[in-house]
């Protein structure tokens, strides 16, 4: 196969994985509640997915100090007093990974204490996987044409 038609073709096959849409379930949006215990320095649960256009309510009960939970992307946020359930109700109308973390200082490692919130599938990874193997068939094509060209040079 002639390798210029070979790199157009994998080029192409690259574009395909990187920007075609993959086909899309129409889920029908729901309400989704969650309950996360904050505790010093954790969520419990730490990670929660949802689909988009889901009405998400997140009851946060703290177990132990004054907690709070700020969504990024969502600007969001609620503070939960010990032994105490709050509760923030919100659309999940962003696709994406977003992280929650605490937004009231709890000690020493409240800077750690986070958690993720994926809204919908994550594509990127797929693509990522795609593209990955995409490159290792195109190299070692090329590798062994490489290796041939030398041998026969000698």
Sequence with gaps: MNS?????????????????????????????????????????????????GDTVTIQLVSADVVHGLYVDGYNISVEADPGQTASLTF???????????????????HPFMIGRLTVGTNSWLFRSIGLAVLGLIGFFPFSFHKERMLVEKR
């Design 91 to 109: 659309i999940a109308d962003k696709p994406g990974s977003f992280r929650f973390r605490c937004n009231v200082t709890c000690g020493a490692m």
């Design 4 to 52: 210029r038609f070979f790199l157009l073709l994998l080029a192409a096959a690259g574009l395909v994985v990187a920007f075609a849409p993959f086909p899309v379930q129409s889920i029908a949006p729901q309400e989704r509640t969650f309950r996360i215990e904050a505790r010093q320095f954790a969520y419990s649960p730490s990670e929660f997915k949802v689909n988009p």
